[in-house]
């Protein structure tokens, strides 16, 4: 009965955690929530640490959950770009490793946490440097050399440098603050289970669709090639300026133009293809979001009723988790904010 249990809590928490990275970000927008970025990036790793504890530590159900949550995000979020997959399967392939090798969940939790949101950190610098280059940094250089001059600092250090290490610094601080909180979860939630109480009833909410665009057709790729090759062989003709704005934009055709559409090209026969092997097991994920998605508002609302500021941002994700683990065959839940 216990296995049992734990399997449907794993199918929840995978389908949750696809919910996550197909479409949380864009439903916090709509209900006007602060930060949502920087709250979706450790939403993931809560889930993961919480897979990890419901599996006990088993690779093979959290790689499978991953492959889900990959599938879900491209059956769900085609739009999404390169990057966002690559971000999805290092936490998905960190956590199973960590959780695995070492034994201690609280341990465990915090470092993994650490490096997710570093690597999520040091991800959006790379994305940077690439779409500007390296005069990016150099014009911060450039632009308070001065300052270092006028209040006679220490210049050793390029500004640039402190500026990724205060961004990186916040990130693990972050992650930090994330971990300790993923290492009480479970325990939380077990004695919150005492506390339901039927004075909320949480009912289904209307399903948002996002389309979007295709893109990629011959004629705007051969534009974008032919774009790309005259920047770089006319570069020495342009001023410093305005080659870094020609640059950008080469650098965005190529990412936009090419290099995404390709990669979904590349996603949908992959998808089509591992969807024939693991269908049985993806479909019930892909049907489980509408409801997971009608527990979002809600859960806002609850956890606004009792707190305002951060506080508010643990109860609303501790809420969820809790709604979507009450699994209710009547497609309502009943359920009181809790001290989170």
């Avoid at 956590?95 to 570093?118: D, E």
């Avoid at 707190?307 to 009181?336: N, V």
């Amino acid at each position: 009965m216990q296995q049992t249990s734990n399997t449907r809590t794993i199918q929840r928490l995978t389908a949750l955690w696809g919910l996550c990275e197909s479409g949380l970000g864009g439903w916090m927008h709509a209900l006007h929530i602060p930060l949502t970025g920087f709250f979706v990036g450790g939403f993931a790793v809560v889930v993961v640490g919480l897979l990890a504890h419901y599996s006990r530590n088993n690779m093979r159900i959290m790689l499978q959950s991953l492959l889900l949550v990959l599938l879900i995000k491209a059956a769900a979020s085609p739009q999404s770009p390169p990057p966002a997959y690559i971000a999805v399967a290092f936490q998905g392939l960190i956590g199973t490793v960590l959780y695995r090798f070492i034994s201690n969940f609280s341990v465990a939790s915090i470092l993994f946490a650490i490096i997710a949101m570093l690597e999520s950190a040091l991800q959006k610098l790379l994305i940077m440097t690439i779409l500007f280059g390296k005069s990016l940094w150099n014009a911060l250089d450039a632009s308070f050399e001065g300052i270092i001059k006028d209040f006679h600092l220490p210049g050793d250090m390029p500004f640039s440098f402190w500026v990724i290490v205060i961004y990186s610094s916040i990130y693990a601080v972050w992650g930090l603050v994330i971990g300790i909180w993923v290492a009480g979860l479970p325990k939380k939630i077990n004695s919150y289970k005492e506390k339901l109480h039927p004075d909320i009833t949480v009912a289904n909410a209307d399903e948002h669709n996002m389309g979007h665009k295709r893109s990629g057709k011959l004629g705007f790729i051969f534009f974008t090639l032919v774009f790309i090759v005259f920047v770089l062989l006319y570069q020495q003709s342009f001023n410093k300026a305005l080659y870094v704005i020609l640059r950008t934009i080469a650098v965005l055709l190529l990412i936009f133009g090419i290099i995404n559409p390709l990669v979904k090209w590349l996603m949908q026969r992959w998808l089509r293809k591992t969807t024939s092997k693991h269908g049985k097991q993806l479909q019930p994920l892909l049907d489980m979001l509408p409801e997971l998605h009608s527990y979002i508002r809600p859960a806002w609302q609850m956890a606004g009723r009792k707190y305002i500021g951060p506080k508010r941002y643990s109860s609303f994700l501790f809420l969820l988790i809790i709604l979507t683990l009450q699994d209710d065959s009547s497609g309502h839940i009943h359920t009181e904010p809790a001290n989170t």
